[in-house]
């Protein structure tokens, strides 16, 4: 049995005013708080799945030591204290207004605050648009053997999704988490089923497969394809920029026997997993690459392509 290895495609100043004010040159304190400064306007709305970041700028003309603080932080976002920049990327969860957020520089003697303001965190995608699903259902399915179709669907608004399935055949399984079309029939099972068809949804817009004639027929003399190819990877990281991957949630294999067009697809829900069996290969060369997707269902770049001979 062929194996391979494969890696998985992996995110002015302002301008001081002097004041020629007697009074002022004679106050040490106003002295000191007027030397501190910070300017910026951040961001008031955030995407999911997208990087937020605001960097505000500060000075110290006396050039003290400066340190940042921030209040009503969002959960999803870090700060760093050494530079008072506010960054992270929010998840389909965060979704929501975070109010009061305020930067705050401090020298040591004085402390200077940006305005506070409200940040909300928006589902990535445009209001309207759907769930995306897509797969090719096997039209037959034999007695005896195991029939599976697993499609692929992803939110563009990272908004969790939702399978259900109409005309099931009454020996198929479904899993409304996945959209997995399942099962084995029987030689009871024989015959026609027709308008199968799979739906995706987020709770607000769906998207369908177009229905399909499933097909029950009696086992052939002829055994079924028993080819298998191993496909091992490794897990990525980090996001596309750089930054510490956290929300891992699986992989998707696609293989085909043409290089140009790798029809099939298989979902892989488990992100603990490096490698994967692709069964019931008829003989032929088959060629394979793999992505890794996120817990928003954003999907990586695909691997490079890999090939293996099944006989």
Known sequence: MPSLKVAAARLRYGTLCTLASLALLSSPHA???????????PPTSASVGKLYSFQPAARDLAGRKMTFKIWNKPSWASFDTSTGRLYGTPAAGNVGTYHWVQIEVLDGISHRWLPAYTLTVSPAAAAGARPVISGTPPATA?????????????????????????????WASFSTTTGRLYGTPTASNIGTYHWVQIEVLDGVYHSWLPAYTLTVSGATSTPPPSGSVTINWTPPTENMDGSTLTNLSGYHIYYGT?????????????????????????????YFAVTSVNSNGTESPRSAVVSAVVQ
């Open 142 to 170: 034999i007695v005896g053997h195991l029939y599976s179709f697993q499609p692929v669907a992803r939110d563009p608004g990272g908004l969790p999704m939702t399978f259900q399935i109409w005309n099931k055949p009454s």
């Open 31 to 41: 002295s000191a708080t007027m030397s501190l400064v910070i300017t910026g306007t």
């Open 258 to 286: 043409s290089q140009a067009s790798l029809t099939h697809v298989v979902n892989i829900t488990n992100p603990g997993l490096a490698s994967y069996v692709v069964s019931d290969l008829a003989a032929a060369t088959y």
